[in-house]
């Protein structure tokens, strides 16, 4: 049986989602500059318990990426965190071989942004959408010429 589902897109002015916008002093990344092949360290503290939470889910999305032109190294990096209760301490490692090679020289600048999501019960038709709840931080690294 073919599964039919509608995703709606919801981005709410930063005024409207104020209740849900997230201190942005708790992210830190280590080292703060690096070479090519540097294991970025990303830790944050997880405003809100993320995961699946009866018919929604919750998670954080890390974004990233270089400006300027570059050839055969990884401009932009988009990755779920992991999940974890309210106030838990969130650890993530930037392996650049395990996304796709080594980083682009300059600096990658991004966020984590909390999305909200339905769960929909398998084989079933249901809506579904994508709501932006909140930015948890903003990060930043440089790389260095190797």
Known sequence: MRRLAALILLSLPSGAIAETTFDHTHL??????????TVFRVGFTNPERTGVQGGIERHDLL?????????????SIDLRTPDGAAGARIHLSLRPARLG???CEGIYRGQIDEIQTAVC?????CPTYALLRGTVGHLSFRVKPS
Do not use: K, N, Y
Request: a negative charge.
């Open 63 to 75: 974004t990233a990426s270089v400006s300027g032109a570059h050839d055969g190294c990884i401009e």
């Open 28 to 37: 830190r990344v280590e080292p703060a500059t690096g070479a090519q092949s």
């Open 121 to 125: 019960p398998h084989g079933e038709l």
């Open 101 to 103: 090679g080594r980083w």
